[in-house]
């Protein structure tokens, strides 16, 4: 069962799983903010150094950052 759902989650765009570990952030939020709080979410290394790949500043909303993340890819 783990396989299958490593399997979905690699299959997964980065903005669904990066958004999984944001669920509780109150935005606007900074990179730094949004960083910290997907590490003390348990974050991926993927999701950790997808967020550090966006442009430092504050986002007003997760769709915000999820559009920064779409496009870094």
């Known amino acids: 069962m ?7 989650m690699a299959d ?3 903005e669904f799983e990066v958004q999984r570990f944001l669920a509780d952030v109150d935005y ?3 990179r730094d903010r949004l960083i910290a709080e ?5 974050a991926t290394d993927e999701v950790l ?3 550090r790949a966006i442009p430092d500043g504050d986002y007003e909303s997760p769709t915000r950052v999820s559009e ?3 496009a870094n890819d």
């Open 2 to 8: 783990t396989d299958e759902k490593e399997t979905l």
């Open 12 to 14: 997964r765009p980065i």
């Open 28 to 30: 606007p939020a900074s």
């Open 38 to 42: 997907a590490e003390n979410e348990g």
């Open 49 to 51: 150094e997808a967020l």
């Open 68 to 70: 920064q993340l779409a």
